[in-house]
């Protein structure tokens, strides 16, 4: 059975270091490999999910939580997610309200750009991972990420579209 102390604590950790909830790398590796509460396959499910659903895609958590332990996972893993991080960010935008116009506040926002970039980085490659397993796979991929790149289809058709021909290629 799942402490779930011990998984509000690793959630909370999760929610606290995950930028822009594009921490999938880090929550790869404390879910599925340090806990083993989920697989790899439960984890790309709930991230496709979460780009479907409306809200924050890393709504995830709370499919994460349920694979995990059920309702009270659920609960824990969401609570433990965001509940930290939304105090924090309360603190951190009254105190960039107070400093947002000193030289130093201007340079931390823009050390922290490419750091960003480079998590989605690490989560597009764990997805990728788990999912592009074939040739078909990695030319279903290219495709849509193209077309959501050149035209402007909501993202949720595209995801839609790609899960359709995938199930008729049997990907």
Known sequence: MTDLWEMFLAFARLGLISFGGTNV????RALVLQHGWIDTRTLANGFALGQLM???NMLAVTHYGYAAAGLGGALVATLGF????ALLSALAALLWQRHSKHPWAVAFRDALLPFGGGVMLAGALVLAR???TSWPAALLAVLAFVLLRRTRVNSAVV???AAVVGALLGL
């Open 130 to 132: 788990t999912s592009v």
């Open 54 to 56: 409306p809200g924050p």
């Open 159 to 161: 995801v839609l579209g």
């Open 25 to 28: 790398a880090e929550i790869e």
């Open 82 to 85: 965001y509940g930290p991080t």
